[in-house]
């Protein structure tokens, strides 16, 4: 029995709460999974209900998943109270934020885990631990819904496709997906790059978040830009199939990386070529789903590879890692903690000569 603690869950939108969500559906053993469904301000009571149902499991946990660093503070807690070994996934942002404070508490809770117990969802994530924390944890790349995507195909009529959507029914059609925050670069590109296009090219971005506000003002001066906000599943589909490209703008903020980049990584499941910035952990997605890598913030480089992107010949939809891959690993991962959790328990136990 693994115990699954996280306080990103849906219906939140993001990376954390896709990843989640996909590796709890997809875990292929017996599991509990006690997920913060409110604001963060309920923070300090979910702790306390996380404790107690650590507590309920004494004695039948095998591990405990923290879904994220923040939660890596309450580790030594949640161990003691299940009598159970705990693992934490890091995912960037829950490394380098930069609150006064913060970085010390997490570095603390993290060194106390170890390299065994600490996993990085990129490379680029490990490096930022092992530069704060002096070791190189875990890393187990994040995937895709691969049997959702792969479902995925170019629109038979895509002028309809479109306009289901409200969008315009010719032209070259750009996507973005994902939370609108400022190192998403959804606003950066729509000032800076989508000037820059053809005047066919139409922008569509799918999400919500603060940067929205910025990315309305920019629509009211540019037609081309498309805010569509937060899209169920099937329509998300609808428009990836009806799309021509996918684009990643990301923009570097201080404290605020990109740890993997789940969105891009589904657009090329779906089949949709995809540029991304050459920035953090992007990197390795790109690597991993054949996406193209951009300068970041270099409208004229974007706007280059932008114009040699949907001049280019269809390729071969790309093999992506699925969700059920990276439940796997973490399986078996979580069967190694607990093994050596037990073979040092009695050692522990004894009382020193």
């Known amino acids: 029995m693994i115990l699954f603690i996280t306080r990103k869950y849906p219906p939140a939108i993001g990376g954390m709460e896709e990843f989640s969500r996909q590796l709890t559906g997809h875990f292929p053993r017996p ?44 580790a030594p807690l949640f161990e003691v109270l299940a009598a159970a070994p705990a693992v934490v996934t890091v995912h960037g ?19 106390w885990l170890g390299p065994r117990r600490v996993v990085a969802v990129s490379r680029y994530t490990a490096d930022e631990v092992e530069a704060r924390c002096g070791f ?61 296009l053809p005047p066919a090219v139409t922008f569509a971005v799918v999400g919500e978040g603060p940067e929205a506000p910025r990315l309305r003002a920019i629509a009211s001066r540019e ?37 993997f980049g789940i969105a891009p990584a589904e657009a ?14 992007l990197v390795d997605m790109a690597r991993l789903c054949g996406a193209r890598l951009v300068p970041p913030a270099d409208p004229a480089a974007w706007a280059r590879a932008v114009a040699e992107e949907l001049a280019a010949p269809p390729r071969p939809r790309p093999r992506v890692r699925s969700w059920a891959d990276v439940a796997a690993d973490y399986a078996r991962l979580f069967d190694a903690v607990a093994a050596e959790w037990r073979r040092e328990a009695p050692r522990a136990s004894q009382p020193a000569p």
């Open 223 to 259: 037609p081309r830009l498309r805010l569509l906000g937060p899209l169920p599943p099937g329509r998300l589909d609808a428009l990836y199939a009806c799309a021509d490209l996918f684009v990643a703008p990301n923009v570097p903020v201080p404290g605020r990386p990109e740890g």
């Open 31 to 74: 599991a509990e999974v006690c997920a913060l469904r409110r604001g963060q301000r309920w923070l300090p009571l979910f702790t306390a209900a996380a404790a107690w149902r650590a507590f309920s499991l004494r004695g039948r946990a095998d591990a405990i998943h923290l879904g994220d660093g923040l939660l890596a503070l309450a």
């Open 93 to 111: 942002q829950d490394v380098t934020r930069p609150f006064p404070g913060y970085g010390a508490l997490v570095r603390s809770a993290l060194r």
């Open 136 to 196: 190189r944890p875990r890393v187990i790349l994040n995937g895709v819904d691969a049997g959702r995507f792969a479902r995925i195909r170019r629109a038979p009529d895509p002028a309809a496709a479109r306009a289901a959507l409200g969008l315009p029914p010719a032209g070259p059609l750009l996507v973005t997906t994902g939370r609108l925050v400022e190192r998403k670069g959804a606003a950066w590109f729509a000032a800076e790059v989508l000037p820059l």
């Open 268 to 281: 090329a499941a779906a089949g949709l070529p995809v540029l991304v910035a050459a920035l953090e952990g």
